[in-house]
Antibody, heavy 121, light 110 residues
């Protein structure tokens, strides 16, 4: 059974940092793109970042987080991470980890339960 | 502001057919495939349609997708109360080099 479990969310002050983790199981992790998607309170879904598989280890970021967020993966630990720096109030959202790339041909077919990030003083 | 737009809401009575549109441009929908996601409050999104028309296993066949030019559509036939949710299209924009979700559509079952 495919499972994605996020952790690392919480309350952080503006300008602070947070690192989200997503541990995957039930599939060959290293062969899949992985994505981070967020939903702010009362807003729609927003793609945040994606990282390629071992064979295509490229990363892409939404303009809203470029230069502040970094996506990475550790295939030995079946994990993907999102390092979030210089956090702003508008980064407050539930963050989801997803298998695959949300807009690619095969889409993101499995999702974690989400972890809440609150940026507030 | 998303580069892909959807109507804020569509509504229908049980059993009716509703259509959700997703409008983009040549650099995204016009040249790339479209996926559709269903989102209930407090739950993770679910992949409903991928590659314009394909349904993952377990998705009822009353959900169908199509694409023409720079627009895509999600049809829900035989609308049911449990279909009341938010629906998002998603694609890749080849000019911006980003994945993009549509603005989202709330389906209301009257």
């Amino acid at each position: 059974e495919v499972q994605l479990v996020e952790s690392g969310g919480g309350l952080v002050k503006p300008g602070g940092s947070l690192r989200l983790s997503c541990v995957a199981s039930g599939f060959t992790f290293r062969t899949y793109f992985m994505s981070w998607v967020r939903q702010a309170p009362g807003k729609g879904l927003e793609w945040v970042a994606s990282i390629g598989s071992t064979s295509t280890p490229n990363t892409h970021y939404a303009d809203s987080v470029k230069g502040r967020f970094t996506v990475s993966r550790d295939n030995a630990r079946n994990s993907v991470f999102l390092q979030m720096n210089i956090l702003r109030a508008e980064d407050t959202a539930v963050y989801y980890c997803a298998r695959g790339a949300v807009g690619a041909n095969t889409g993101s077919d499995y999702w974690g339960q989400g972890t809440l990030v609150t940026v507030s003083s | 502001q998303s580069v892909v737009t959807q109507p804020p809401s569509v509504s229908g009575t049980p059993g009716q057919r509703v259509t959700i549109s997703c409008s983009g441009s040549p650099s995204n929908i016009g040249s790339k495939t479209v996926n559709w996601y269903q989102k209930f409050p407090e739950t993770a999104p679910k992949l409903l349609i991928y590659a314009n028309t394909q349904r993952p296993s377990g998705v009822p066949d009353r959900f169908s997708g199509s694409k023409s030019g720079t627009s895509a559509s999600l049809d829900i036939s035989g609308l049911q109360s449990e279909d009341e949710a938010d629906y998002y299209c998603a694609t890749w924009d080849d000019s911006l080099k980003i994945h993009v979700f549509g603005t989202g559509t709330e389906v209301i079952v009257l």
